[in-house]
């Protein structure tokens, strides 16, 4: 991310230079550029891998951002919300201020930057340092899950080990469903972590392309695409608990790495990208991705807020009417009557509107929403058989009144 382009620019320089200074058959000529190229690719690699060791400012400045979410969780003012009864009749509780949190954050580095205490462009400069950071945070944390995890005597279903005997398995998927630390739900603390990261790879994106002068339509459409997505999210950050990841999904490498890592890092490729490609949109091309994003956000937004509402209040009526529940268990209304994963359809709108300012000239810009479309049919994959196996004939009369999976007439 950071010595790409620096690293592009050398290789074109070298190679123009060396192969001008062979004059000789076309065979020689076409050996020598074979070895330029294996050249300049060892020379990409030693550029590279010393930017994937963590720095102690890229360890800094993760420590203070744990901390402070952790702090900042704990002491800041926030609605508190009761999470769904588990097996054992317990319930967890969520201070969900992150919006208040962020918007925090958002400030005292906006401060610091202006005082020149810390730089906006941190982020940008440093990323893959940043990242292989996190990657070690992330391997250690959840080998510490696993070991507390397996040395657990609780019953209680949050933190009941759940042990398959198959080392790699277990650390993988995890063995409790919510593990705590001094306190904090580490799963709610984690998903929050990394939306929030999101969010500041993208302003320090936006702050390195004002520096070089490279802002563009395209980063500006991108950056409040996300910015509008990431703030929703903590405007309804209470949805979040009655989600399949805080009420069935086990705290393993799997859900730590996808929060603190894979979340951040990679929903962010369009903007790195954009920073080092110019992209001119049309006027149509730019209300069409308008557009895009509205009805995603739309569908997105009302099917979880619908299935959270009813998971609270069965009997709340859907668009007017009461809803149709299938065996007093099973939501069939609203959206979740057109398709059973409605809510995916409207993610994989908004991931592809993440996407579109960055034009069609690369598929690497659109690596999220390619992404995502395989994660969440594998997902609703295996929602259907955990479903099945859990609804049995009720099941069967949800798949007759709603057929469709994610997209109506198509899946």
Same mark, same amino acid.
């Given at each position: 991310?950071?010595?790409?382009?620096?690293?592009?620019?050398?290789?074109?320089?070298?190679?123009?230079?060396?192969?001008?200074?062979? +004059?000789?058959?076309?065979?020689?000529?076409?050996?020598?550029?074979?070895?330029?190229?294996?050249?300049?690719?060892?020379?990409?690699?030693?550029?590279?891998?010393? =930017?994937? %060791?963590?720095?102690? @400012?890229?360890?800094?400045?993760?420590?203070?951002? *744990?901390?402070?979410?952790?702090?900042? #969780?704990?002491?800041?003012?926030?609605?508190?919300?009761?999470?769904? %009864?588990?097996?054992?009749?317990?319930?967890?509780?969520?201070?969900? +201020?992150?919006?208040?949190?962020?918007?925090?954050?958002?400030?005292?580095?906006? !401060?610091?930057?202006?005082?020149?205490?810390?730089?906006?462009?941190?982020?940008?400069?440093?990323?893959?340092?940043?990242?292989?950071?996190?990657?070690?945070?992330?391997?250690?944390?959840?080998?510490?899950?696993?070991?507390?995890?397996?040395?657990?005597?609780?019953?209680?279903?949050?933190?009941?080990?759940?042990? =398959?005997?198959?080392?790699?398995?277990?650390?993988?998927? $995890?063995?409790?469903?919510?593990?705590?630390?001094?306190? !904090?739900?580490?799963?709610?603390? *984690?998903?929050?972590?990394?939306?929030?990261?999101?969010?500041?790879?993208?302003?320090? &994106?936006?702050?390195? =392309?004002?520096?070089?002068?490279?802002?563009? @339509? =395209?980063?500006?459409?991108?950056?409040?695409?996300?910015?509008?997505?990431?703030?929703?999210?903590? %405007?309804?950050?209470?949805?979040?608990?009655?989600?399949?990841?805080?009420?069935?999904?086990?705290? #393993?490498?799997?859900?730590?790495?996808?929060?603190?890592?894979? !979340?951040?890092?990679?929903?962010?490729?369009?903007?790195?990208?954009?920073?080092? +490609?110019?992209?001119?949109?049309?006027?149509?091309?730019?209300?069409?991705?308008?557009?895009? *994003?509205?009805?995603?956000?739309?569908?997105?937004?009302?099917?979880?807020?619908?299935?959270?509402?009813?998971?609270?209040?069965?009997?709340?009526? &859907?668009?007017?009417?009461?809803?149709?529940?299938? $065996?007093?268990?099973?939501?069939?209304? $609203?959206?979740?009557?057109?398709?059973?994963?409605?809510?995916?359809?409207?993610?994989?709108?908004?991931?592809?509107?993440?996407?579109?300012?960055?034009?069609?000239?690369?598929?690497?810009?659109?690596?999220?929403?390619?992404?995502?479309?395989?994660?969440?049919?594998?997902?609703?994959?295996?929602?259907?058989?955990?479903?099945?196996?859990?609804?049995?004939?009720?099941?069967?009369?949800?798949?007759?009144?709603?057929?469709?999976?994610?997209?109506?007439?198509?899946?």
């Amino acid at each position: 991310m950071i010595v790409s382009y620096e690293i592009k620019s050398l290789r074109v320089v070298l190679k123009i230079y060396l192969i001008k200074q062979v +004059n000789s058959s076309e065979s020689v000529h076409s050996s020598f550029e074979c070895f330029v190229e294996s050249t300049m690719l060892e020379m990409d690699l030693r550029l590279l891998l010393p =930017s994937l %060791v963590p720095s102690s @400012q890229s360890v800094y400045v993760l420590v203070f951002y *744990f901390v402070y979410l952790a702090v900042a #969780g704990e002491i800041l003012p926030g609605k508190v919300i009761r999470g769904v %009864v588990l097996s054992d009749g317990s319930q967890h509780r969520y201070r969900c +201020n992150g919006l208040f949190a962020l918007s925090l954050l958002v400030a005292i580095l906006g !401060i610091s930057a202006k005082l020149g205490v810390l730089s906006p462009l941190v982020v940008a400069d440093r990323g893959l340092e940043l990242l292989s950071a996190t990657f070690i945070f992330c391997v250690l944390v959840t080998l510490v899950l696993y070991i507390t995890g397996r040395t657990s005597s609780d019953k209680s279903s949050s933190l009941k080990p759940h042990v =398959s005997g198959n080392l790699l398995h277990d650390w993988w998927f $995890g063995i409790q469903l919510n593990p705590q630390f001094i306190g !904090i739900d580490l799963k709610f603390f *984690f998903v929050r972590a990394g939306m929030m990261g999101w969010l500041l790879i993208n302003l320090s &994106i936006l702050a390195k =392309s004002f520096q070089d002068g490279s802002l563009s @339509q =395209s980063m500006i459409l991108y950056q409040i695409f996300c910015a509008l997505y990431i703030l929703d999210y903590f %405007v309804h950050e209470e949805y979040m608990t009655s989600t399949w990841d805080i009420i069935a999904e086990r705290l #393993g490498f799997m859900l730590v790495f996808g929060d603190l890592l894979w !979340i951040p890092f990679t929903f962010s490729i369009q903007g790195w990208w954009l920073l080092h +490609n110019k992209v001119e949109l049309t006027v149509p091309a730019i209300v069409a991705n308008f557009f895009v *994003f509205l009805i995603g956000y739309m569908v997105f937004r009302g099917a979880n807020k619908q299935k959270h509402i009813f998971k609270k209040s069965p009997k709340t009526p &859907i668009w007017g009417k009461p809803p149709v529940v299938v $065996g007093g268990k099973l939501l069939a209304s $609203g959206y979740w009557g057109i398709a059973r994963h409605c809510n995916y359809l409207g993610d994989l709108m908004l991931a592809l509107s993440f996407s579109l300012p960055c034009g069609i000239s690369s598929p690497v810009s659109y690596f999220y929403p390619i992404y995502l479309l395989i994660l969440l049919i594998w997902r609703e994959r295996r929602d259907e058989e955990r479903c099945a196996e859990k609804y049995k004939e009720i099941w069967a009369e949800y798949l007759r009144l709603v057929p469709y999976r994610i997209l109506p007439y198509v899946y």
